[in-house]
């Protein structure tokens, strides 16, 4: 498994492929709402399995918080360690920017996933795209 943050355009391609294959393809969200504004101003990360993009994900800061996004994985790679290694990756990458508190919104299917890493849940259920989500924070 190699995790990399985003440098060119190839791998920023490789971890919009995961997304749309995870998102758009799979999961019926709207191209127009999974790529936003957002993208120029993200760090994007992408995972690689043999040479072969399995898993994505994005980062910002936002009110003072790291801000996990769009984190998935390809469906062959799933229960391989993809997930665990990209957020481990964009954790690491929050720690260089001392940021200390970590927030997301997890589709109610991945709590378990994400509670797994130490992440707690701060909110009442709530519809994104049409998925029921529930936001959660950690402390690194």
Known sequence: MNVKVCEN???LQDAFSVR???FIDEQNVPEE???DQFEKDAVHFVSYQEGTPVAAGRFRVVDGFGKVERICVLKEARNTGAGKAIMREIESYAQTKSLHKLKLN???????FYAGLGYEIVS?????AGIPHKTMLKKI
Do not use: G, N
């Open 20 to 22: 749309r294959t995870v």
């Open 33 to 35: 709402e999974e790529i």
């Open 106 to 112: 997890a589709q109610t299917h991945a709590i378990p």
């Open 9 to 11: 355009e190839k791998e």
């Open 124 to 128: 009442e259920e709530f519809l994104d």
